[in-house]
Each structure stands twice: as C-alpha cells, then as structure tokens.
C-alpha cells in the first residue's frame, strides 16, 4: 500500500484528502508543521508527499527545498493557489513534481497523484509497456504496432503512455490532461480529444475507445 504524507496545517482540508486517499486504498499521514514534515519525509517509508504552500512555520517551499537538499528524491505534489503565478515558477524551481490549485475536487488531486506514483520509473521490466498489439519503448520512445515501428511525436507518446499504463480503465479528460500535459494545461481545451484522434490515426481506431460523458479507455 503506498503511503502517502499530507503536510497542511487547515485540519478540514487535511481531513479531506486523508480521507479521500484512505477510500482509495492508500495509507495517508497527516502532519501540520512543515518542520516535523521533512524529518517525516526522510525517516520514515513515504511514496508521495502532498505540500501545501502556507504553513506555520517554514512554508511548502522551503519544505521541498530541504527534501531535494538532502537528497529525497520522492514525488512531491504541490497544492498552490489558484491566482498564483509566482507560487507555481518558485514549486517548479523547488523541484516540485506538480500542482493543483486550491480550491481543488478530490479526484483531480487523487488523478495525479495515481498518475505520479504509476510513473515513477520502476526498474527494467517497466522500460517496455505493452497491450495487445500495441508496444511502447520507454527508453527509446518508440512505438510500435504489431511489430510495425510508428512515429509518435513527444506528446502522442506520453499520452500513449498514459494510456498503456491504465488499460481497460476510464480515464477522464482531466486525468489525461494531468498525466499527458502535466501542470501546463487549460481544463476547458479539447486538446485531449484531438491528441486521441492523431493516436487512433497512427496506431488504430478500435484501441481507444470514447466513453460518453467520461472520457476514454484503452480496450
Ligand atoms: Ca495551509
């Protein structure tokens, strides 16, 4: 079970996504002081860690600052505000692996944090991802289909991937944006149903298939 460390100092928000991540099969650690997070986050078995920007005593900046400085390589997604230009750049320069903006719905933050941890590089038998006949190289980024090599441009690949990841699952639009486009995305763009179109022309129409109202899945 991958636990994950929750360090916000609101107790309704924390609550909140505690237990959201508890109902979704995770273990999840909540702790206030962004102090006490980094000796958290460097002593005990932590996959993910979920910072926020304000806390009472060093802020989620300089929190990511000191994991990174003393070598803690795990995922850290931050929660910014939504207005906030500059709390985005100074993550992203912390070394923050991705945002979401408060206010947030449950399941855009859960969507990334599954996203995140599946995509955490897991050694040599995740180097090859393959479903029927469709096969992506990890280390080459190169596809193929039935054993017929195809050109996928960087982003076709890593929606690609998205999908190779999760097959037979729905995945929203959201969850492809946040997997494929990462923090860099407008949530009102159609640029994930024509990013699936360029897939079905290159690598086959009956992979992907449309679920009404929700989003797609790989079949
Ligand atoms: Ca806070």
């Not at 979920?50 to 000191?66: C, K, Q, S």
């Amino acid at each position: 079970m991958s636990q994950v460390l929750i360090v916000e100092d609101e107790p309704r928000i924390a609550a909140f996504i505690a237990k959201g991540l508890r109902a979704a099969g995770f273990a999840a650690l909540v702790e206030p002081s962004g102090e006490a997070a980094v000796q958290l986050a460097v002593t005990e078995p932590i996959d993910l860690v979920v910072l926020d920007v304000g806390l009472p005593d060093i802020d989620g900046f300089e929190v990511l600052a000191r994991l990174r400085g003393q070598g803690v390589t795990t995922p850290v997604i931050m929660l910014t505000a939504r207005s906030s230009v500059a709390d985005r750049v100074a993550g992203l320069q912390s070394g923050a692996d991705d945002y979401v903006p408060k206010p947030f719905a449950f399941e855009e933050l859960l969507a990334r944090i599954q996203l995140r941890l599946r995509t955490e590089p897991a050694g040599e038998a995740a180097m090859v991802l393959a479903h029927r006949d469709l096969s992506l190289d990890l280390l080459t980024r190169r596809a193929s289909v039935g054993g017929r090599s195809v050109d996928l441009t960087a982003r076709e690949f890593t929606l690609a991937e998205v999908f190779l990841r999760n097959p037979g699952q729905v995945l929203s639009r959201e969850q492809l944006l946040s997997g494929a486009w990462g923090y860099d995305f407008d949530p009102g763009s159609n640029v994930v149903d024509v990013y699936v179109r360029y897939l079905r022309r290159k690598l086959g129409a009956d992979y992907f298939e449309t679920v009404r109202g929700m989003g797609y899945r790989l079949v």
